[in-house]
């Protein structure tokens, strides 16, 4: 075909359709575009016609230009050439370019559908993620709307173009967000039943690598496996897409073998593998991609089965990837520093494997070579991943100084992609579990080379995570820490806590992207991040000591803080220990002992059934799991710290303050046992907290000259009507009336049933010093911060809601939640870090939070509550001891309280006793939410007025009925 007539046709087209190149064009120009997918020849065509200058307008060059572009597209399937690539990329642009300059409406529109199609492929290369933003913008003008349901069935490349700009850039920052978008997008279009058949196809092939990145990002079990069972018959269905196919359910296989161990699915993924690239052909393009996961399944298969050929296997795969790249691409490309970097963690598996001190070099250069091919600003998620692998290596080695510094960049990298207000809040949680285990490693680091102090802020950083995310930040601690006062910072502070209120994520993280440029712009830091050892030593407590503990790849440690010497301690724990909680917590496979969290479910699904005799055996099992732990945990743990503090000479009820990691969170550590039999508790005033930014300034208390306002939040405890979600607390209402009998009536606050909703219980908190709520929580274990506090009227008093309340000079002393589970964390959030209800209380400016960690017994809650505010407080509403010592002396009561002695205290009527005698379980319900249905009122109070032959004998005065650590253990404190 030649391109003079085709030229000449566009020429007189031109002129009589005054712009419209008309279909006959196309057409022609389309099939040139087939030429070149099947053969090559069509692209030399089109490159001739595109160089034609001075004999054509500016319409005729422009269209030229983007089919000279698409030709190169298609070209790069072929070739996978980074270089064809880029300039397709330009050809585009230019077209685009020439449509705008000359106002060519209709051209622009479909030059720019071009474009944007070519910029979601490119940043697979390049790497840079503002490349698929520039797309997103283009794909969502050209498509006017982002409702599924309203998308054309003709702009099926569009829509598919739009969710994979969307997945990439969930793959390319961590936001699983956006990667649950992309899905649900793609899940909606392919329901369209007017779809082609060719738009089905890349819809359905575009749903499977969605299905297959959520699977990856949450590692979830069943998710890889139902998608396997979905490729598996695609498949064995179908040749088209084979390959595609392949490729995705081999990778699957890998990823699920590394969750669940079974060596198996990795050989059939390597044998998938290898079937895929013979249907590839010549495909270099996608023979890399096939290739490099090839090279990860034998190195996953050399891991766990120390084979060195397996090893060595996942390097030559890996080389023959890169030789293809580098015969085809230029340096830019972002898939040569994935493999470097790949290889460079092969390297190093062999030397560790081997003792082979030259393939450790080899893979620290590789390293180094790597980092050099990514710049941290086009793509700081790949960034951040090569500079983890060379920490690791480095960590691994004992090269501390090396390490620290790529720990730096670790950082330096997260740090530029959470400012990105592209991106979802989840990003921050991301960021969490990423570098939770790091964090531990760099405080090594820093231990060995001496810096204990230094080691203490790396900690402590790490444990403020959750505080970059914009909606946990407390407008109220930002300023501008080390800078002139500027009304750039007021004016996003001012706009972050509007935002805050609205409860508006996308405006907060605006306004704190806004903050922090701002700040570092000015110079300042951001110490909301970081806290440098002194400032560590001023939020320690004046009387007591603060400690970390934290650990990774089975070591655990711990750094003492104390203000008064002042210094900085390392502290060593069994070399058990980390094995020891790990069995506790995740299970013991060569036991049969329930992880800690599967112990807990399944006692708490016992909070609906109306068995007594089903309830007493979870309870007894329950118990048994508490007990071992209290034993096992106590000797590895709370032992050593006890140990320590009574060498050094500390006196007893000193406070304790730990950071423990997250998970340890879930443990009741003030009740653990230590070897003498007594508890932690007996001995030491323990509280925990998340980090030290959660202990203020002084780390303690202000001194208080008046006395205390008290706040009782509580649900109307009338008959519950017919429907109703929470269950009946009938002891709660005991409850209040025994709190509230501690302090004189001035000095305690409720609200009227009118006034008991979110916006009266918020209002009332803000001159309140002490608040204490007996009502249901409502937990979230997969999004912690929809978890809350239920009041009447299902309002939800939210994690969320709680971090923007306003602070008005009022010393917030203590919060108690005398609830279900409101000091658990939620089962997403990173193991090193504690976020929950008790933490964002402490957020919102309370000193201290009580709450519980498993549901309790409506009866024991309303005891132990009683005993904890006679010790705590005095009538005239002053503080007669710390919470921590009130709690710990409160547990210890209850757990050695009699039956007679609860009569006679007037905390049970004689009937209730002799119910409670008879069965504890008939008696008395769970404080917990029920998922539906309705818990009514239980029998010991229907009777409770029937006091006339209730009589109790001397053998029932004695029991004591609160003895498990089931009905005692639960209540932990956070804060001071």
Not at 238 to 245: G, K, V
Request: with cysteine; net charge negative; charged share 25%.
């Amino acid at each position: 075909m030649s391109v003079n007539p085709v030229v000449e046709l566009i020429a007189r087209l031109t002129e009589e359709k005054k712009g419209n190149l008309g279909e006959a064009v196309e057409q022609e120009l389309k099939r040139l575009i087939e030429w070149e997918k099947e053969s090559g020849t069509g692209l030399d065509l089109i490159q001739s016609a595109g160089a034609i200058e001075g004999r054509e307008r500016a319409s005729q060059k422009a269209f030229l230009l983007n089919f000279r572009g698409n030709a190169r597209f298609a070209r790069y399937d072929i070739d996978g050439s980074h270089t064809t690539l880029v300039s397709a990329l330009d050809d585009h642009r230019k077209a685009v370019a020439l449509a705008k300059e000359f106002g060519l409406g209709f051209e622009l529109e479909d030059f720019q559908r071009s474009l944007a199609k070519t910029l979601v492929r490119a940043e697979e290369q390049c790497g840079d993620v503002d490349l698929l933003r520039e797309a997103l913008a283009l794909l969502e003008a050209a498509l006017r709307t982002d409702d599924p349901e309203r998308w054309l069935t003709s702009d099926y490349d569009l829509v598919n173009a739009l969710c994979v700009a969307n997945l990439r850039l969930g793959c390319a920052t961590g936001d699983r967000s956006l990667i649950e978008k992309a899905l649900s997008n793609l899940q909606a279009y392919l329901k369209n039943d007017g779809l082609s058949k060719e738009g089905k196809l890349q819809t359905f092939s575009n749903t499977i690598a969605a299905l297959a990145e959520r699977a990856q990002k949450y590692r979830d079990i069943r998710l890889y496996q139902q998608t396997i069972e979905v490729l598996a018959r695609m498949v064995e269905a179908t040749d088209q897409n084979r390959s595609f196919f392949l490729q995705y359910l081999a990778s699957l296989k890998t990823e699920l073998s590394y969750l669940n161990g079974d060596l198996g699915l990795v050989h059939q993924a390597i044998s998938d593998f290898e079937k895929s690239l013979g249907h590839l052909g010549s495909r270099s393009g996608l023979r890399v991609t096939v290739l490099h996961q090839l090279a990860h399944a034998h190195f996953l298969l050399g891991k766990c089965t120390a084979s060195i050929e397996q090893l060595q296997k996942a390097i030559n795969r890996n080389e023959e990837a890169e030789q293809l790249i580098a015969a085809a691409s230029s340096k830019q490309d972002r898939r040569m520093a994935q493999l470097i970097g790949d290889r460079a963690s092969y390297y190093d598996a062999i030397g560790l494997l081997a003792s082979r001190e030259d393939y450790l070099e080899a893979g620290k250069e590789f390293h180094k070579r790597a980092l050099v091919l990514v710049d941290a600003k086009a793509s700081p998620w790949l960034r951040s991943k090569l500079a983890s692998g060379y920490f690791y290596h480095c960590y691994v080695r004992g090269h501390w100084e090396e390490a620290i510094g790529a720990f730096a960049e670790v950082e330096e990298a997260w740090g530029l992609v959470t400012i990105d207000t592209t991106l979802s809040s989840e990003i921050h949680d991301q960021r969490a579990v990423e570098l939770a285990p790091h964090y531990a490693r760099a405080a090594l680091c820093r231990l060995a080379t001496g810096a204990v102090s230094l080691a203490s802020s790396v900690i402590d950083r790490g444990r403020a995570q959750q505080l970059t995310a914009a909606s946990r930040v407390n407008p109220a601690s930002l300023g501008t820490q080390g800078t002139e006062p500027d009304p750039g910072i007021s004016q996003a502070v001012a706009e972050l806590t509007l935002a805050q209120n609205k409860g508006d994520d996308d405006a907060c993280r605006q306004a704190w992207r806004r903050y922090r440029n701002t700040l570092h712009q000015l110079g300042g830091h951001l110490n909301v991040l970081t806290r440098s050892p002194e400032e560590l030593l001023e939020a320690a407590p004046l009387d007591g000591v603060f400690i970390q503990i934290f650990g990774a790849d089975g070591w655990l440690k711990a750094i003492v803080v104390d203000r008064s010497k002042p210094s900085f301690s390392e502290m060593s724990f069994p070399n058990s220990a980390a094995a020891t909680i790990s069995k506790v917590l995740r299970g013991d496979p060569d036991g049969d002992r329930l992880a800690w969290r599967d112990a807990y479910h399944q006692f708490r699904s016992g909070s609906e059934i109306d068995d007594a005799a089903v309830e007493e055996d979870l309870f007894e099992s329950w118990d048994e799991t508490i007990t071992h732990c209290l034993e096992l945990i106590g000797s590895v743990l709370m032992e050593p710290i006890h140990r320590f503090l009574r060498e050094k000479g500390y006196l007893s009820r000193t406070a304790v303050i730990l950071s423990p990691p997250g998970e340890l969170t879930s443990l009741p550590l003030n009740s653990m046992v230590l070897e003498d039999g007594t508890l932690f508790s007996s001995h030491w005033n323990l509280s925990v907290v998340p980090n030290s930014a959660m202990l203020g300034p002084t780390g303690h208390p202000d001194a208080i000259s008046s006395p205390y306002q008290i706040l009782i939040v509580s649900e109307p405890f009338s008959e519950v009507s017919e429907g109703q979600e929470q269950g009946f607390l009938g002891f709660a209402a005991a409850e209040i009336d025994r709190v509230a009998s501690h302090v004189d009536t001035g000095l305690r606050r409720t609200i009227d049933e009118k006034s008991l909703n979110l916006a009266g219980v918020l209002e009332a908190l803000e001159d309140c010093s002490i608040v204490h709520f007996a009502c249901h929580g409502a937990q979230n274990l997969d999004k912690p911060d929809l978890s809350g506090l239920l009041l009447p009227g299902d309002d939800l008093l939210t994690l969320a809601r709680l971090r923007a309340t306003p602070q008005h000079g009022v010393t917030k002393r203590l919060a108690v939640l005398s609830c279900c589970e409101t000091g658990i964390a939620g089962q997403t959030v990173p193991a090193d870090e504690f976020v929950g209800l008790l933490p964002t209380l402490l957020q919102a400016g309370f000193q201290g939070a009580i709450g519980t960690i498993w549901p309790v017994y409506d009866d024991a809650a309303m005891c132990l509550m009683d005993c904890f505010y006679r010790l705590f407080l005095g009538n005239d509403g002053t503080e007669k001891c710390s919470p921590a010592e009130a709690l710990a002396r409160a547990q210890q009561w209850l757990r050695n309280v009699s039956l007679g002695e609860l009569v006679d205290d007037g905390l049970f009527t004689r009937k209730q006793a002799l119910n409670l005698a008879d069965s504890r379980f008939a008696g008395v319900r769970l404080r917990i939410q029920p998922a539906g249905g309705v818990l009514t009122e239980p029998q010991n109070l229907r009777d409770a007025g029937e006091e006339h032959g209730a009589t109790l004998t001397s053998e029932q005065l004695k029991l004591r009925p609160f003895s498990s650590p089931v009905d005692w253990a639960a209540f932990i404190l956070v804060g001071t």
